[in-house]
DNA sequence: TTGACACGAAACCAAATGGTGTTATATAAT
DNA sequence: ATTATATAACACCATTTGGTTTCGTGTCAA
């Protein structure tokens, strides 16, 4: 049931600074589009189409509350980044360790720092 | 040198496919450019182009060999992403628990149909 | 019921993106 | 010295993206 046949890619939804914003905003508090847009340079509907980017990738819920129609913060779907990164976090931590054993050697016999 | 004057951000590196398997590709050996195109069903100056988007987010390090240009992984940038995903985490967290204290309160008096 | 409001949908536009082929240049091989 | 090769740089094109304004519709309030 999960990432398939979804418009759009967890990956490109999150590509956008607006849209990181978006998700930051609604993390607390379900809100209607207008007073979402208040916190944003730029018009309602482009807003609107925003939201429907990340709607798209699974990332918000909308709920109609009468005429308003509000958002709310759906992360699962950050897993799968999540997912993806933490596969490369032992190249930089192997890369760390390089580094340290660099520096431990020349370092030579002059006490081990943690 | 962290991430200030890139031309391309992190996030927008990796929100195309073609980029990630790039990344994937690289991440054991670095590759001449021709090497890495026959992986790809495009031509090489479309390649070429993903792999400066990459190098403009600092994931990806050109060496000059001959007249051959290597790329390798510089997974680092990486970090910036796992530390934004991170934030969110423990929401879907806490929506798990949320879950499971349902499941458990429903399983008490388990009469509950569906 | 009339009007104001919240929103989505549509038409439109400029700029960015992802691709192409061509050309120029430095290096390697003969 | 000449030729072949690897690549970057460039010009170009189609599509997508991020934004706009306008319009229609459903809902709330007077």
Redesign the interface.
């Known amino acids: 049931m999960p990432e398939v046949s979804r418009k759009h890619?967890v990956?490109?939804a999150?590509?956008?600074?607006t849209r990181?914003k978006l998700?930051r905003l609604l993390?607390n508090e379900e809100m209607p589009v207008n007073s979402i847009t208040e916190h944003f340079p730029m018009s309602r509907t482009a807003v609107s189409k925003h939201l429907h980017v990340l709607s798209d990738a699974g990332l918000v819920k909308e709920r109609k509350v009468g005429r308003e129609t509000h958002y709310s913060?759906q992360?699962?779907p950050?897993?799968e980044?999540?997912q993806?990164?933490?596969y490369?976090?032992r190249?930089?931590e192997n890369?760390l360790s390089v580094l340290k054993n660099y520096i431990e050697t020349e370092d030579k016999d002059s006490g081990e720092s943690n």
Do not use: G, H, M
């Open positions: 890619d990956f490109q999150i590509a956008d600074p990181r998700l993390v913060l992360p699962e950050l897993q980044v999540k993806w990164v933490s490369y976090e190249f930089w890369k």
